[in-house]
């Protein structure tokens, strides 16, 4: 059956949905579901989404969404499509951006506006303690001490593992299990939901309907669909046979298959751990 709705993982239906200026309603509510009660935010202003080094051999960030909301805290929302080798360090790398950013020229007291940094996941992170945590779908990271108090409160790392959601639309409980559970099946659906009548995903069902999208933005799609499927069948066949366990061999095979996929440089090397160097000669 042909789908009549974007694959949000995609980088075009992610964008499309969340990355908009007009899609600015539909991220202020899925953001608002996800933050606690105590964090509401009113207004959302998108940022550039390139973040450079502070010297020319510095590196550079460039997130999916970057938005401020009306008290200056920053958000990076992050949508990432596949495993790959330090992931969790890329976050992180990620978060001093927006928190150098807010440096002032002459005398400052280093206060510093609230940073959080969303990820939505289409794997499962392999670190598990126990049962409970496998199949947990919220992940949320604060600096803490040995005893477990929140040492630094400004900064968050929110993971959603959306492989972990599996909750039907007759369990669907909260706004957050509404969004996740747009987000995990909106390729499948052909109507719309009885549990969708609000107007925030009516205009988001509107803005993911294929049959709406002139033929640039439907080529612009199509390839971004190719670009996904292929990605997660190279990276997800790499994972299943172990083949990026540590072992130089294994990642310049996989390597290879990226590049044959056609893959840049700068994504492979950030998904197995290579150089850039070391993919320019396979």
Known sequence: MKAKYINPFTDFGFKKIFGEEASKPLLLDF??????QTNKIADLTF????QLGQTEVDRKAIYDIYCENENGEKFIVE????????FKERTIYYSTFPIREQAEKGEWNYNLKAVYCVGILDFTFDDYKNETEKSEVVHTIKLKNQNGKTFYDKLTYIYLE???FKKTEAELESRLDKWLYFIKNLEDFQTIPTI???EVFIQAFEKAELA????????NYENSLKSYRDLKGVIDTAFDEGKTEGKLEGKLEVAKRMKLKGLSPKDIAELTGLSENEIEKL
């Open 47 to 50: 940022k550039n989404t390139e």
């Open 162 to 164: 959306m492989p972990n």
């Open 212 to 219: 709406k999208f002139n033929q640039i933005e439907l080529d």
């Open 79 to 86: 949508l990432q499509k596949a495993k790959q080798n330090y």
């Open 196 to 198: 969708f009548k609000d």
């Open 31 to 36: 953001l608002n579901a996800l933050l606690p």
